[in-house]
């Protein structure tokens, strides 16, 4: 039986019919869309974290080196060996609360033989000096810290030949106005982003100027890569354990 073009009859949607399909299809590219919103936020934050573990992994590599580096030599009481450094105080934390601006200052010293290691006497200092700088964002007025190293290539006389940290700025004027005459290439960026930093000692009691510490905790909070974009900034929280003896 063969068909004539008079018995095929084209079909006809019904409006009800073409709703439903626009309505499906209207969904599925809702799904679409959620879908890749969701991939953009997982590779924004994998890439965020990434880069925060950067930056925190830059500042540890640098404390580590300068906290076990921080020695001072006396040649007639330990001919060839480092003695350890005193710190000042047992805890420092920099909170946008709280903001302390220089959090260490490691004296590799030359001690004059004929004086003791625990005064101002005879020494010639190197220091290496963190310190923060405040910064407010206008988005959002959250406050984050950046990070700086320097290394003053000068001898600095009339400091105790020790390292410390947690002291007030104020008080170290000559570190202070060394600071202020450096050219900005001899500043060294380690971090930016810093939510707060937390520096500890174990045992916390140190009262003896001449050994370390077993340890040193550093605590660093980040802010996400984003925080000047963003008015709820995401913050991210690194540790280290610095092993002096």
Known sequence: MRYTNKDKRARHYTLIELMIAMAILVIMMGFLFQFVNSAQRLWSASSGTEDSFDRAHLCFDYLER?????????EESNPGKGIGFIMDTNE??????SPNFIFLLGL?????????????GGSAAFPIIYF????????????????????????????????????STAFYSQVNSSMASLPADNSRLLCENI???????????????????ELVKINLNLFDTGVKDSSQPNTRTFSKVIMLQ
């Open 132 to 167: 923060l700088k405040k910064i407010t964002n206008p988005v959002n007025s959250s406050v984050s810290f950046s990070l700086y190293r320097l290394i003053i290539d000068s001898t600095m006389a009339g400091l105790a030949p020790f390292g410390f940290y947690g002291d």
């Open 108 to 120: 590799v010293s030359q001690v004059d033989s004929n004086n003791a290691t625990d005064t101002t």
């Open 195 to 213: 939510a707060s930093i937390k520096l500890g000692v174990h045992p916390s009691s140190m009262s003896s100027g001449s050994k370390l510490p």
């Open 66 to 74: 300068d906290f076990i580096g921080a020695i001072m030599q006396d």
């Open 92 to 97: 420092y934390e920099a909170t946008a609360a």
